[in-house]
Structure formats: C-alpha cells, structure tokens
C-alpha cells in the first residue's frame, strides 16, 4: 500500500508515484482531483488548500485564479467565477479585489463592474 500523498495505478505492483498537482492522494488510494473551492500546486500532497480570497478555484485547480477586473470577492472557498461579485457603483475593482475600493476624490464611477 502506497503512503498518503502517493498512488500505484497497478494491483500488486510496488511501486508508487508523487501525486499529481492540482489533486490529492490519501493512504492507499488514487488520486482525486482538488474540489471546487480549493487548490494545490504541489506533488505529493494529502489535502487541498482553501481557495483564498479575490480568486476562485474550479475542481481540480493547481493555482487560485484572480477575479476578473470590476468584481471581487472577500469569502475564501469559491469556486466558480460566478462568485466572484459586481463591483458596486462609486467603487473600482482591480484583478484579484478582496473589497470594493472607493473612487478616489474628484472622481466617480457611475458603473457597477
């Protein structure tokens, strides 16, 4: 039986290999892909890491992809890019926004996004 953080694809065989990034293996068990929400750019690994905040991470995600520009996020866990939320009017959002920013004096933003 192969330890955590490795797999052998083949009945009987001795061998084990690295699990594969952007997944998991436990104690004797094949990979499985990083669910929705979490991340790992690591070989070996026995768990996901939490997707943090200003990105979002689809099944199976080596790295946290940033929000896009004009939306944002301040939860960790997301998932999809469709938690990632409008920026409100007056505000601005740069890639990767954890909190709406205020349009800075003498300025505006009439927009949401």
Known sequence: MCPAGTFNSMTGASECWNCPVGSY?????????CPEGTYNPYEEAEECNECPEGNYCPEGSVL??????????SMTGAGKVEECLECPVGHYCLDGTTEPMLCPAGSYNEMSG
């Open 25 to 33: 293996c436990a104690e004797g068990a094949q990979p499985v892909l």
């Open 64 to 73: 946290p992809m940033s929000c896009p520009v004009g939306t944002y996020s």
